[in-house]
């Protein structure tokens, strides 16, 4: 009867069913198009943190004018809704087309390539979107010749304006932004700015714009070396020559070798941070090895000569084309650069080989070292033929039947945008994700209840091997970890990657702590940079229930749960010991779209060798002493099961 009914619906398609929504009702249907998804803030992806950014990008365009050399950002963090404040002191927007430039699609300066050359905003959205998602938004601006002008808004509607009037006050030249993301059930709900994340945005904003000076909550962020300083800042490892940074018109690079494995590349086009790279960084890191080996004229493996590279380039484009509006990908579109129209793959090119090549030329103390790397990884390459070859034959043929993995329907790295239905505007690549469960009871459960577009699984046997101090002959060796870097398709790099997510789901119990330790050991000793682009997450699954006849709640921590038993009447409590004993059904809602995770991230003083050193090498007395000092006994409480 009711698919009855829905034919007949279908079939009544008339007038009436075409819909004109303007341009505020747009963005908040349809949040997804213009800031990628949602989120309340836990994740460094989400939905908060790219306002924060498109209203900073605004900015950021007017210092690389050579308008204003300050950025004043205000961030209400770890607290429930807080609100953000911007302040730049450059032009300020003109006042007579001020409200439609924070308020109409399409309209700003950046379609004027006189005014924003090689900018980062380019479709008049930016702010636009922050409006129209905002509760409370403020704009305010100060024009040069001493008048001003103000409006607020409550979810992109226009509630009040000053109009243009003498800046009675003498503040500076410049614009003011506020606003307070509309925490509105289907929008971010529950949300809290994390300033960690916040940080690490603004200080790479520092690092491309040499001369910028960004104040943020009680800190200052300011480079002198550009590329340089985001390298000393971000490696994990010692470089074994000091870095090579390079600088022309509208390209800047740098690289160094280290002794970790595989390759670290940090890319940015215009000021955006291309997290997922794109043609300038693969066109980068194809010229870094042609370069080398024709330099040093030898029979040489550009793996060989990539081994353990650190490296970051960033160039400015007039008309990017990146694959969304969230710009972490530089389109594969084959674009021209500035007046001469010369391909950006051509333009990176050229410019890495005249540059590096002269600068190699004058540095022997560098060119030796860099040989004695290349010469080690080749020495390791070897060594490893025969079982690398083998295991290639057994990775092709688990790739049509990988006998750990449930594979999903959609990859990150599918040739084209994938979405869950017309008219969808997420783009499900970026939403993929692959769990590696220990056991079958717990990857049968997530099997059962996962997302089978987006949501893969890959069920480990036990506890894998420590691999710390091992070389990368194990992960040839060792059918599980074969199995998974086949999985992943990460072998040659990231630039393949299967999954924007990987994460790891053990239990809550010591045997499950000590899988995340092997697996964070093995991603950390080969594949690092998996890590450092923040693509290693933890699930976090509920350690307890409780619910009575009329609800049921599920607690995360000793706190929600005491929490809950004090809220619901007559409680019954069940404690999870693992993750195959939560029901398929009931798991659903923790891998939906109320999935809690936690991203394993490194910072600028962890040290990847020193850390699995002191948690997974031989100094056992050393940890010992640190988890008697720092171990905590749970009591049991008399209301739990």
């Known amino acids: 009867m009711a698919e009855t009914e829905e034919l007949q619906q279908a079939a009544s398609y008339n007038d009436d069913n075409i819909i004109h929504l303007d341009d505020r009702e747009h963005i908040r249907r349809r949040p997804g ?33 050579k308008e204003g050399k300050v950025i004043e950002v205000s961030v209400e963090c770890d607290v429930p809704n807080g609100r953000v404040k911007v302040r730049d002191y450059g032009r300020g927007i ?18 004027d390539t006189k005014a924003f050359k090689k900018s980062v905003g380019l479709n008049g959205v930016g702010t636009k979107a922050v409006n129209a998602l905002s509760e409370h938004f403020v704009v305010q601006s100060f024009r040069d010749d001493g008048m001003t002008r103000r409006a607020e808004f409550h979810q992109g509607h226009l509630v009040s304006d000053s109009g243009i009037i003498p800046n009675t006050e003498g503040a500076a030249r410049g614009t003011y932004i506020e606003f307070q993301p509309d925490a509105s059930k289907g929008l971010f709900e529950n949300y809290q700015f994390r300033s960690e994340y916040i940080e690490t945005l603004l200080r790479n904003y520092s690092y491309l714009n040499t001369g910028l000076t960004i104040k943020y909550n009680g800190m200052k962020f300011h480079s002198k070396d550009g590329l340089m300083d985001l390298l000393r800042e971000n490696m994990t490892a010692e470089p074994l020559y000091p870095i090579i940074h390079l600088q022309g018109e509208d390209i800047e690079i740098t690289l160094t070798h280290t002794d970790q494995t595989g390759e670290e590349y940090h890319s940015f086009v215009n000021g955006q941070h291309t997290t997922l790279g794109g043609t300038h960084q693969t066109a980068y890191r194809e010229a870094l090895g042609k370069t080398i080996k024709e330099f040093f004229q030898k029979n040489m493996e550009l793996s060989d000569i990539r081994n353990g590279i650190v490296a970051a380039i960033a160039i400015n484009v007039e008309e990017p084309t990146f694959e969304s509006q969230t710009k972490v990908k530089l389109g594969s579109k084959d674009m021209s650069l500035a007046e001469d129209a010369i391909s950006v793959n051509k333009f990176v090119n050229d410019f890495v080989k005249r540059e590096l090549d002269n600068y190699l030329h004058k540095e022997p103390e560098t060119v030796q070292k860099m040989l004695q790397k290349i010469q080690d990884s080749e020495k390791e390459r070897k060594a490893i033929a025969g079982v690398t070859k083998l295991a290639r034959e057994r990775a092709k043929k688990n790739l049509l039947n990988n006998p750990k993995l449930r594979d999903c329907r959609v990859h990150l790295n599918d040739a084209k945008p ?10 499900l690549r970026y939403e993929s994700a692959i769990f590696i469960t220990e056991g079958l009871s717990a990857s049968g459960s997530i099997t059962k209840s996962r997302d089978v577009n987006t949501q893969a699984v890959f069920s480990l046997r036990g506890k894998p091997l420590n691999s710390y101090g091992l070389t990368k002959k194990v992960v040839y060796e060792n059918e599980e970890f074969n199995c998974l870097q086949s999985a992943l398709n990460i072998e040659e790099g990231l630039d393949e990657l299967r999954y924007n997510k990987v994460i790891i789901a053990t239990d809550a119990d010591v045997d499950g702590m000590h899988i995340r330790l092997l697996m964070l050991t093995f991603f950390l000793q080969f594949f690092p940079e998996l890590v450092k682009k923040g693509h290693v997450y933890i699930l976090q699954t509920p350690l307890f229930r409780v619910k009575n006849k009329q609800e049921i709640r599920y607690c995360y921590s000793e706190e929600e749960r005491v929490k809950a038993i004090a809220e619901v009447k007559n409680p019954e409590i ?32 962890d040290s990847v060798s020193g850390l699995l050193n002191f948690y997974m090498g031989k100094n056992t007395a050393e940890r010992q002493q640190f988890i008697i000092e720092n171990l905590v006994i749970e009591q049991d409480d008399a209301d739990s099961e």
């Open 33 to 65: 198009m213009y800031i990628g998804k949602l989120g309340d803030g836990r994740q460094e992806d989400d939905g908060i943190y790219v306002l924060i950014k498109e209203t900073v990008d605004n900015s950021i365009d007017e210092f690389r004018m």
């Open 94 to 111: 003109p006042l007579g087309k001020m409200v439609e430039a924070v308020s109409i699609l399409n309209t700003g300066g950046k379609y």
């Open 418 to 427: 994938q979405y869950a239905s017309k008219g969808s505007e997420v783009d």
């Open 574 to 605: 069940t404690r999870f010991k693992g993750l195959g004993e939560i029901d398929p059904s009931e798991f659903s809602g923790f891998i939906g779209k109320d999935i809690r995770l936690d991203q394993v991230s490194l910072r600028k003083e």
